[in-house]
């Protein structure tokens, strides 16, 4: 994961009238035309997924916009998009609360499995890059989390562009009724029930296996966090008891795992 800092090299002229166009999208249809148009010029992208709601309870909402067929809002089940929203959204808040780029790899299959008639074409990664921002206070709950995914490298400066066009998309999203999620099914498989143990994890656990895939010590965890290296010890012991794991390399490995196939 790196944070993106830098503000991309911007012509006036082209955000004013992309600018111009985000402030009175009113329907879903007005949104998606947006961010197929202009906007992909400036910050291309295969799929657009924004999640909102209590992240604590896991009460969430999300809405996915893409032009790739099968990948719409109501053919995508929670079971599957919740683990993406909350990977997201703690990415952001371990960068910070700023913009960041984050190499998903073959997790960016996910949306293409959870999608009805689509899926990465043989031999392609599937989503490669994930340009990650928010808006909210992440101490108090409630934030929604934007996600720019593509199937190629994202261009240099583009976690940068995402944090200047959110505010036009949130603003929208906020004007218009939530699209229909798609309902959960009556059967609970396998699949579901790892979804529901990688739920098991606190916030601040899952905070913490960010940095622990990141490759971070306990001592840097704490400092990162603002906590203890004892407090992150103790927290460590509960996620491996959770994972039903011994060590740090098992639990990075096991939280792959369940991702990959949530």
């Known amino acids: 994961m790196s944070t993106m800092q830098a503000m991309p090299d911007v012509d006036p002229v082209q955000f004013l009238k992309i600018a111009g166009l985000g402030a009175q999208l009113r329907t879903h249809a007005d949104l998606w035309r947006w961010l197929q148009g202009d906007v992909q010029k400036w910050l291309p992208h295969d799929i657009l997924l924004v999640g909102w709601g209590d992240f604590r309870s896991g009460d969430l909402q999300y809405d ?35 913009p960041c780029q984050l190499d998903i790899g073959g997790c960016g299959q996910l949306l293409g499995e959870a999608g009805q008639g689509w899926a990465p074409a043989p031999g392609t990664p599937g989503m490669r890059t994930a340009l990650v921002h928010g808006v909210g206070d992440g101490r108090l709950g409630g934030e929604r989390i934007f996600a720019a995914l ?8 583009g976690a940068a562009s995402l944090k200047l066009i959110v505010p036009f998309i949130d603003s929208a999203l906020r004007r218009m009724p939530p699209a229909p999620m798609k309902q959960p099914g009556a059967e609970r498989n396998q699949v579901e029930q ?50 039903d794991v011994t060590n740090r390399a098992q639990a ?7 991702a990959a196939y949530a």
């Open 64 to 98: 996915i916009i893409s032009s790739l067929p099968g990948l719409r809002t109501h053919l995508c089940p929670a079971s599957r998009i919740a683990p993406l929203v909350n990977y997201f959204r703690d990415c952001w808040i371990a960068a910070q609360s700023q």
């Open 150 to 157: 593509s199937a190629d490298l994202a261009p240099a400066g």
């Open 252 to 258: 990075v490995a096991k939280l792959t795992r369940m």
């Open 194 to 243: 790892l979804v529901v143990r990688l739920g098991q994890l606190s916030e601040r656990e899952r905070q913490i296996m960010v940095w622990v895939a990141m490759g971070k010590t306990n001592p840097e965890i704490g400092c990162i966090l603002r906590i203890s290296e004892f407090t992150v010890k103790n927290h460590m012991k509960s996620i491996f008891s959770k994972l």
